[in-house]
């Protein structure tokens, strides 16, 4: 069998290494001790949002470690845990692996700083996925963490139901630079993500699927990557980016052209938020050449074929728009 959270061949669920990343070394079991809980009701779900997105649907659960035993809590959780969401979107199933292997693909292969993460099973067999919070110290307490919608001042009362919608990726790129000292760096990590999701068809990087965490030193820093997976799959009407990449993004020469986003785009945002051309050249065509490790991977995941086969699509006709340039 592989490694429920790394693929890599190993005789039991997680290898050492993930047991390490998620538990602290310990011996924790790929099965939950207790049934996938039941759905309520759907009405509800879609209520919660305007616009239908896997975040405004998908629960999540929060689990404690105790000895080895990940156990449901209402407080003082160290995990969450995302079930298989209702099906008022596609292909719901395939929602937990999705995420695992977008998030593995993002750890291994284009080596971001990505949330500790693995798939479970709950005790009746149904697939769960698992990621550890970086938010939370070892004595229990958390870090200082702040999304861009809080950074922006955006929250439903004041900017109404879609607020975590309302801005751009290169008002989150000003907020960094406002807020992080040392900003370049940081700024690149920032760009990479926003590449990696147009590659990858995540279009529900919202603002608050991006954070500033208070290091010890008390620096601010953007926390490890979460909530990364290929939404159009489960809501296949999408537009392509969360987010515009800036004000009047489609209005460029490459988008009146093409219809989508392309190289020129992505150049453009790296210029407002200060990327160095040369080094933003650089990231968009490491990341454009790793397509037979994603294959690769995409292939050893336990996604159905049929899904294998449209996430695999979604990312190849991604990174040949961007090879049009
Ligand atoms: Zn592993």
Redesign the pocket.
Known sequence: MS?L??Y?E?TEG??L??RKKLFDGKRVSHMLPFKAPQNENLQEYQEQTKRLSISGVQLKYSLRLEDKLLTLTAKGGQYILKPIPPSVIAYPDQAPENEHLTMQIAGQIFKMDTAANALINFEDGQPAYLTRRFDVKADGSKYLQEDFAQLSGKQKKTHGENYKYDGTYEDIGILIKKYVAAYLPVMEVFFRNVFFNYLFSNGDAHLKNFSLIQTDSGDYKLTPTYDLMSTILHTPGETDTALDLFEGDTNTGYYQTYGHHGYPDFMELARRISIIEVRAKRIISEMTSQSDRVINMINNSLLSDEIKSKYLHCYQDKVSRIKVA
């Open positions: 490694c959270g790394c890599k190993n997680y290898c290494n993930c």
